[in-house]
Nanobody, 119 residues
Framework: QVQLVESGGGLVQAGGSLRLSCTFS????????MAWYRQAPGKQRELVAT????????YPEDSVRGRFTISRDHAKHTVYLQMNSLNTEDTAVYYC????????????WGQGTQVTVSS
């Protein structure tokens, strides 16, 4: 029932910016906590940011605080990740995630979008 599609990745020079988008297709977008994860080569997938329907955001990784901003457009059923001051350590595949507030075992993933930061 739910499908997530990411876009906006690409190649960018260090110090530059990218804006990732994730479009949610399915019923009741407001029931889901949305999140961005990333996975660099040879590393585990890590949580980058989460956002609730009410707009409450969390950034578990110290390395992205102050540089990345997650936001949510309720009308467009889209979540964004604005990434500024990118560095080479941000290179990873970025994945969109949706978790149901009424059933935390129900989770959906996008296919991922590649972000490559060059020096």
């Amino acid at each position: 029932q739910v499908q997530l599609v990411e876009s906006g990745g690409g190649l960018v020079q260090a110090g530059g910016s990218l804006r990732l988008s994730c479009t949610f297709s399915g019923p009741i977008f407001s029931l889901y906590v949305m999140a961005w994860y990333r996975q660099a080569p040879g590393k585990q997938r890590e949580l980058v940011a989460t956002i609730t329907d009410g707009g409450g955001a969390n950034y578990p990784e110290d390395s992205v605080r102050g540089r990345f901003t997650i936001s949510r457009d309720h009308a467009k059923h889209t979540v964004y990740l604005q990434m500024n001051s990118l560095n080479t350590e941000d290179t990873a595949v970025y994945y969109c995630n949706a978790r149901n507030l009424r059933d935390y075992d129900t989770m959906y993933w996008g296919q991922g979008t590649q972000v490559t930061v060059s020096s």
